[in-house]
């Protein structure tokens, strides 16, 4: 993960308050991204798919019958897509900079997280007492024409605005798990999300 890499929640200011005071996860599980109706903010069907694949046009055989079918889309799910529970924060470097103004969608207010190596201490800690099993990293985006394996962390480009760190934790019962790490005063502060730009001097490499 990149040294310079801040994490910000943005959402609503209760929610932002549980995470800074009590450290509280809170992941929903990967079924509930594909039921969101509200697509191309919240909600994704590609969203942790195993694979996709889609096609201009092509034929679909039902028993004896050929139907054609146009611009089609297939996605395969994981195997027990249910037990794996998502946290997403959005990724703050030189090449994400400034963030965009969409971002306000998920809430009026945001936690910037200036330590991130803090933060994934104290939560790969926590599962390792615990015993869960988890990953993180930063989502990379592909072409919406790609075909072929996704998996948690690639998406495609319509959403690479998101700039998405995730957490993606494993062996869950189907239902939102909730991890609590402490009290996180120590390496993040609070902020209005029309302000995050402001905040930040971001010094870019001279091509």
Not at 54 to 80: A, H, M, Q, T
Not at 163 to 177: D, F, I, M, Q, T
């Amino acid at each position: 993960m990149p040294k310079s890499l801040v994490l910000i929640k943005v959402g609503r200011q209760e929610h932002l308050d549980e995470l800074q005071r009590k450290g509280l996860l809170y992941m929903n599980p990967l079924p509930y991204f594909w039921g969101i109706e509200e697509q191309g903010v919240r909600g994704d069907k590609n969203d942790g798919v195993a694979s996709r694949y889609n096609g201009k046009s092509g034929l679909l055989k039902i028993e004896d019958n050929d139907i054609e079918v146009i611009d089609w889309e297939l996605r395969f799910p994981p195997e027990n897509a249910e037990a794996i529970n998502i946290f997403c924060m959005y990724a703050l470097m030189p090449a994400t900079h400034p963030i965009d103004e969409r971002m306000g969608e998920f809430g009026d207010r945001a936690l910037v997280f200036y330590n991130s190596q803090e933060l994934l201490d104290r939560i790969f800690s926590e599962f390792k007492r615990q015993r869960i099993e988890a990953h993180a990293d930063i989502v990379s985006y592909c072409p919406r024409s790609y075909v072929g394996e996704m998996g948690p962390f690639r998406k495609l480009d319509n959403y690479s605005w998101q700039s998405e760190w995730r957490l993606v934790v494993y062996g869950g019962g189907g239902v939102p798990r909730k991890i609590e790490i402490g009290d996180l005063s120590n390496c993040s502060r609070a902020s209005s999300t029309s302000d995050l730009n402001a905040s930040f001097e971001i010094t870019k490499p001279v091509q």
